[in-house]
């Protein structure tokens, strides 16, 4: 059975934790998807079968090598690798779990042959009890097919077609509308993990705050014994606790708490406690434990304004890309890190996990750091609006909250980027979708990054906040900064007249070559993307004036990688930094805006 991988896995006093990163043997399937099942691929070492590349895991498997084949391979690649259990985990009754934190797009995984799990939608996890599965005394051979595949009922969406290559040879070849590459791969770190039989299943807490006080609404669920008992306990930052209770579901008071606050809202912005619960069986003993960092604050939002600790905030920040050279959406802590400083070093206080859920270690850096997160699912460029889309698009929002509801950085949800939401079936369909994430989660907004015209957009009515992208003097005038601030000021106001929500700009930008500098302001140079932020400007602080305009998110943090066309040299470079992460001339000029707005927080 496979389940959402709900909890981050973490050792404690009673799970026991490894990693099993590192160079996995790896095999591209011919083009017969079947080639590799008909010859039990699965079932014996790749290295005996064939010849093999070494392959790291995290990374997409894209730009490791030399050959373009392998980097635009469409269909099954096969990874594989030895791994032992620690005998004492059989000996203590244990069970074994196997985490994927991400596959992109479907896996199917086996353990010494037998097949244990299929998963599809890329960038969330999931993971299986393998117990049953694995020897203690022997190496057991893990298998993973990985198919990029994307159809269109996948989330994101994309078309099929076989190219000729020569006399009597064809070739798939992948295509898409969204604007990045399709990197593959095993993404993110591969967890062993062992729990004991009756097991911490779930932990949700919904945090509220009145006064001084703050509240802690939460449930612990487990798998074992309906008669176990619950202790739960909260520590502040020097580990004194502050709250505890015996009920699994109940309510915490943390009185003079610590809230946690948006970089720079606070002098101590990102404060989380840590939450602990504890499963006790009948005799006293200690059976599972589970730690993991909340934080204390509240979102609300009305037809204007969006709060955090009932505060107006105003977000400042950036679309993004888990991207980077050779990595491509290999989960890498370096890259990461750097991101953080780099947002810091702007003053940003926001990012959006534009076009797909990121890897949770970048939420859990984003809770300390008090940068608030507008958490996307994969839905990119969503079109067709079939009933096995819905259906998908519904599992990854399902999976997603399952996943990220405990982050005080999530402050909102975005349920797609760019939909063809002109299309009558659009509103039915998101409707549907909206609905779907509010009987999960009623404590954040929903939103959706719009790109049709807001007269033709059928999506706005059913969300909480509208979140517009669009790219004046760029896609739209070309090279004609006058219009700028006047368009983007009529735009937003469009938007809030017709839906009478909370407007935010989470797309505007130009592609700028670093380095390339010409004066009067050219398309593509340095001077040009400082001119186009620069009346962006004016136009944000208009709006802030007229009181429902809430956030600015510049295209893109970083240039990044994206499908070969005659429109991207080596990539999208609407970052502000290079891929490389070192800024552009505009980085400057935002850094001088966000921290000026910081500083007034
Ligand atoms: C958009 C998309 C984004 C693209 C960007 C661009 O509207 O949402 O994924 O990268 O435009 O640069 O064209």
Same mark, same amino acid.
């Given at each position: ?5 709900t ?39 790749l ?92 190496s ?27 006399y ?20 993110r ?54 709250a ?19 970089y ?9 406690y ?17 730690s ?8 609300t ?6 709060y955090?600790n ?28 750097? !991101? %953080? ?6 003053? @940003?206080? *926001? +990012?959006?996990?534009? &076009? ?55 402050v909102?949800?975005s349920?797609?980027?760019?939909p ?55 896609y ?6 006058? !219009? %700028? ?6 735009? @937003?106001? *469009? +938007?809030?007249?017709? &839906? ?6 989470t ?95």
């Open positions: 059975e496979s389940t959402g991988g909890l981050y896995p973490r050792a404690t006093e009673t799970r026991d934790l490894r990693t099993l990163d590192g160079i996995w043997n790896f095999r591209m399937s011919p083009l017969n998807p079947e080639y590799g099942y008909r010859n039990g691929w699965y079932e014996q070492d290295e005996k079968m064939g010849p093999i590349i070494p392959m790291p895991v995290p990374a997409s498997y894209n730009d490791i090598g030399e050959d373009a084949t392998l980097r635009d391979h469409v269909g099954l690649v096969w990874y594989d690798r030895r791994f032992h259990v620690p005998p004492w985990w059989g000996s203590a009754n244990q069970r074994v779990w196997l985490r994927f934190s991400s596959v992109h797009y479907a896996a199917e995984v086996w353990i010494n042959g037998k097949s244990v799990t299929y998963h599809e939608i890329g960038h969330l996890p999931f993971e299986v009890d393998i117990t049953e599965y694995v020897s203690y005394n022997t057991n051979l893990l298998t993973v097919a990985v198919d990029n595949t994307l159809l269109g009922d996948t989330v994101p969406q994309g078309t099929i077609r076989d190219i000729a290559i020569g009597n040879k064809v070739r798939l070849e992948q295509s898409y509308t969204f604007d990045f590459f399709n990197y593959a791969g095993i993404h770190t591969v967890f062993l993990y062992s729990t004991p039989q009756t097991y911490i299943d779930d932990v949700i807490v919904n945090t509220d705050i009145q006064g001084l006080t703050g509240f802690v609404v939460y449930n612990v669920t487990f798998k074992g014994p309906a008669d176990t008992l619950c202790l739960v306990q909260m520590f502040d930052k020097s580990d004194a606790q502050v505890a209770s015996s009920d699994c579901a109940g309510l915490l008071e943390v009185g003079n708490a610590n809230f946690w606050w948006p720079l809202m606070h002098p101590n912005p990102g404060y989380l840590t939450f602990k619960a504890t499963l006790i069986g009948s005799l006293g003993e200690i059976i599972d434990t589970y993991q960092k909340i934080g204390i604050r509240t979102v939002w009305t037809n204007t304004s969006v955090i009932e505060k107006p905030m105003y977000m400042r920040g950036f679309g993004m890309h888990e991207d980077s050279d050779l990595r491509g959406k290999g989960w890498d802590p370096v890259l990461w890190v750097k !991101n %953080i400083n780099l947002l810091k070093w702007t003053g @940003a206080n *926001a +990012f959006r996990t534009s &076009h797909y859920p990121y890897a949770e270690e970048i939420y859990q850096l984003a809770d300390e750091h008090g940068i608030m997160i507008i958490d996307e699912c994969p839905s990119v460029d969503t079109d067709i609006f079939s009933a096995a889309l819905l259906a998908k698009h519904k599992q990854s929002l399902t999976e997603l909250i399952r996943r990220d509801k405990n982050h005080p950085s999530v909102m949800w349920i797609s980027n760019e063809r939401s002109a299309n009558k079936l659009a509103d039915a369909y998101f409707g549907e979708v909206v609905r779907h994430v509010k009987s999960m989660d009623l404590s954040r907004p929903v939103t959706i990054a719009i790109s049709q015209h807001y007269n033709t957009d059928r999506s706005g009515q059913h969300l909480d906040v509208i979140c517009f992208n669009r790219y004046n003097g760029w739209h005038n070309t090279g004609n900064l006058l !219009n %700028i601030a006047n368009n983007v000021v009529e735009e @937003a106001t *469009a +938007f809030h007249r017709k &839906h009478n929500k909370p407007v935010i700009m797309e505007y930008g130009a592609d700028t070559v670093s380095g390339l500098h010409l004066y009067p302001e050219y398309v593509w140079s340095e001077e040009y993307q400082v001119a186009l932020l620069s009346e962006h400007f004016k136009a944000f602080d208009r709006l802030r004036q007229a009181g429902f305009f809430v956030g600015e998110f510049i295209w893109n943090f970083a240039d990044f990688k994206t499908a070969q066309t005659i429109t991207r040299v080596g990539g999208n470079k609407k970052g502000v930094f290079t891929r490389a992460r070192q800024p552009k001339t505009a980085a400057h000029h935002l850094r001088a805006r966000y921290s000026a707005l910081a500083a007034a927080d």
